[in-house]
């Protein structure tokens, strides 16, 4: 069953570092939106893409296209 409500988690190989996002991956069926978030600002801005957008940044990311943090 879906539901409105996100439900966020970030990558289990966050290290609590401070510099991780959350994803609510729940709404994808539902909504067709990704919602992504800063994990030490929960209540602020939430940036929604498309899940397509988000499977590019993921693989950017998994390929190193960003860099090392």
Known sequence: MATESPHWFKSS???NGGACIEVAANLVAL???VPV???KDPGGPV???S???FASFV???K???FGTV
């Open 47 to 49: 940036l929604n893409t």
């Open 13 to 15: 190989y966050s290290d």
């Open 31 to 33: 909504r067709s939106v």
């Open 59 to 61: 693989e950017g990311v």
């Open 37 to 39: 978030r800063d994990s």
């Open 63 to 65: 390929a190193g296209e």
């Open 51 to 53: 899940p397509a957008s």
